[in-house]
């Protein structure tokens, strides 16, 4: 038997960290770490394995000291600590093994502070690894030599984690993706055929979500949409699901711009209770789009921001990603970015400087043009050396791109523009089973009135701006005046802590008071 501890390192400050909003609700990470849970579900039972996120507790390095295997896992925005994790664990002398989309895409990166490495997916190669270490024979590297059959993988263990510290759930529907974006490493990671999990793996996690008290789940999957016509099939059992247990959950998710050329597929989603989805618009810039292979965005049926429109009409609050510094952006690029956001009433948009991550195609063309950056900690912000612009041009246009999008005004322009004057609906098929069943919905709706005070307590004792509290209680005022419901009350309430976040960032870069991140 082994004693294994599985860690995901802690985030600098980013876009999707929240860190600067969680607070308000009591919470210290935003969703807890789809890897661990599900490694911890594919250990063989007569293994212990203890999960540490550090974004919610501390790693005790004594504790870490008596461990027979301590695995790590992390994106490209963790590898920092990462290595001060795997350096510590050096001077224990422990037994250290790595995984991730990190060293996935950039294998040699921690040298031999590691003992083993897994590339790509582990379904199958942690389990043999587990084997071959009891054995005394395991391998440096582990990778699976075919992508994981998505039917057979089980329900993580979520009861591993202290998942009362985490403001949403997270659960995977499918892997994979059918398009070629240049910049993305997904498809190296799980490829360009989608593998979903069948209704019942999904309802599975989904129970055991609920038993966690987990009330919104983020759908993690990279594109939903990847294969419509298998989603559909699990939407509409989703849909059953929602009705038989009173809609307990609401859920927020990834996919492809050519969702609103589905009317099927968005009511279907708008009846299972997805709320939001994030999109990767990138760039108004057409020939961004065509440069960088995102031709699922050029497509005929309309203009982007008429699609976008459609899937807010559809009931689905759209988020974005949008890029800056493909090789056809001039100094033009960023105005025309700041006016589709505005036009398009997208109350949050991920708004980064293109950066090439190792094992993509990007990263092999500007490579070969001698266009890389190799310093791994760039005051630029990115790796990326542009075309049409100079380094510092990108680096500042991209800053104040990003003060002037959650600049207090621009931001509540785009969100009273959808919530207020566009009067936008969302969990309809919600709000119709509550009025069939009164009482349910007289609780729930006095539960959402109860967290709407409660944060709005906590933004007026905890910010200490008094200009902010000020445009915060004015705003909230408004919308009070406006929308009777308090659904609607909470989530705009969710929205003025969410802009707290982004604000911040985005004036301490411009301010020169934090490093430059690239939310991409």
């Known amino acids: 038997?082994?004693?294994?501890?599985?860690?995901?390192?802690?985030?600098?400050?980013?876009?999707?960290?929240?860190?600067?909003?969680?607070?308000?609700?009591?919470?210290?990470?935003?969703?807890?770490?789809?890897?661990?849970?599900?490694?911890?579900?594919?250990?063989?039972?007569?293994?212990?394995?203890?999960?540490?996120?550090?974004?919610?507790?501390?790693?005790?390095?004594?504790?870490?000291?008596?461990?027979?295997?301590?695995?790590?896992?992390?994106?490209?925005?963790?590898?920092?600590?990462?290595?001060?994790?795997?350096?510590?664990?050096?001077?224990?002398?422990?037994?250290?093994?790595?995984?991730?989309?990190?060293?996935t895409v950039k294998e040699d990166y921690f040298g031999d502070l590691a003992d083993v490495i897994f590339v790509g997916e582990a379904e199958e190669t942690w389990p043999r690894f587990l084997g071959d270490w009891q054995a005394g024979r395991h391998a440096s590297r582990y990778e699976q030599s075919a992508k994981s059959d998505m039917t057979a993988v089980p329900t993580p263990r979520f009861d591993l984690l202290k998942m009362q510290h985490y403001m949403f759930g997270s659960t995977q529907f499918s892997r994979g993706c059918p398009f070629q974006c240049e910049f993305c490493d997904i498809i190296v990671t799980f490829g360009r055929r989608p593998r979903l999990k069948t209704s019942a793996q999904v309802i599975g996690e989904l129970e055991a979500l609920r038993a966690a008290k987990m009330e919104i789940v983020f759908v993690v999957d990279d594109n939903l949409i990847g294969n419509k016509?298998?989603?559909?099939?699990?939407?509409?059992?989703?849909?059953?699901?929602?009705?038989a247990n009173g809609f307990p959950l609401m859920f927020f998710t990834e996919a492809s711009l050519d969702l609103a050329d589905d009317d099927e597929l968005l009511q279907l989603m708008a009846e299972a209770n997805f709320v939001s989805v994030f999109i990767g618009i990138e760039s108004p810039n057409e020939a961004s789009l065509r440069e960088t292979k995102k031709f699922q965005n050029v497509r005929k049926g309309g203009t982007m921001l008429e699609k976008v429109c459609r899937i807010q009409d559809a009931g689905l609050e759209v988020w974005c990603?949008?890029?800056?510094?493909?090789?056809?952006?001039?100094?033009?690029?960023?105005?025309?970015?700041?006016?589709?956001?505005?036009?398009?009433?997208?109350?949050?948009?991920?708004?980064?400087?293109?950066?090439?991550?190792?094992?993509?195609?990007?990263?092999?063309?500007?490579?070969?043009?001698?266009?890389?950056?190799?310093?791994?900690?760039?005051?630029?912000?990115?790796?990326?050396?542009?075309?049409?612009?100079?380094?510092?041009?990108l680096t500042a246009g991209y800053v104040e791109l990003m003060r002037d999008v959650y600049s207090t005004d621009a931001y509540f322009e785009r969100l009273d523009e959808l919530y207020l004057k566009a009067h936008f609906r969302y969990a309809v098929p919600r709000a119709g089973y509550w009025r069939r069943h009164p009482w349910q919905g007289l609780k729930a709706q006095a539960m959402n009135a109860l967290r709407f005070a409660a944060v709005y307590w906590r933004l007026m004792r905890m910010i200490p701006e008094p200009a902010l509290r000020s445009i915060y209680r004015r705003r909230i005022l408004g919308m009070l005046k406006s929308r009777h419901d308090p659904s609607v009350w909470f989530t705009y309430v969710v929205k003025c802590a969410m802009h707290y976040h982004h604000h911040q960032m985005a004036n301490r870069m411009a301010r020169h008071e934090a490093p430059v991140v690239s939310t991409f």
């Open 1 to 103: 038997m082994a004693d294994i501890v599985l860690i995901n390192p802690v985030f600098d400050e980013s876009y999707w960290g929240l860190e600067r909003a969680l607070p308000f609700f009591g919470k210290r990470a935003n969703v807890p770490p789809a890897s661990l849970p599900l490694l911890a579900a594919l250990t063989p039972g007569e293994h212990c394995v203890t999960l540490i996120d550090e974004s919610v507790e501390k790693i005790d390095f004594e504790r870490l000291a008596r461990a027979d295997i301590v695995g790590l896992t992390g994106m490209s925005v963790q590898r920092f600590r990462m290595r001060e994790i795997l350096e510590r664990l050096k001077q224990l002398d422990r037994f250290t093994v790595v995984g991730g989309p990190w060293v």
């Open 229 to 243: 016509q298998a989603i559909k099939v699990l939407l509409r059992d989703l849909v059953a699901w929602q009705n």
């Open 321 to 393: 990603g949008m890029i800056v510094g493909f090789d056809h952006d001039d100094a033009t690029i960023f105005a025309a970015q700041r006016d589709f956001v505005q036009r398009s009433r997208i109350p949050h948009a991920m708004i980064g400087m293109l950066h090439a991550i190792p094992k993509t195609p990007l990263y092999d063309r500007l490579a070969a043009e001698g266009r890389l950056d190799s310093n791994d900690q760039s005051v630029y912000g990115t790796n990326v050396i542009p075309q049409q612009l100079t380094r510092d041009e």
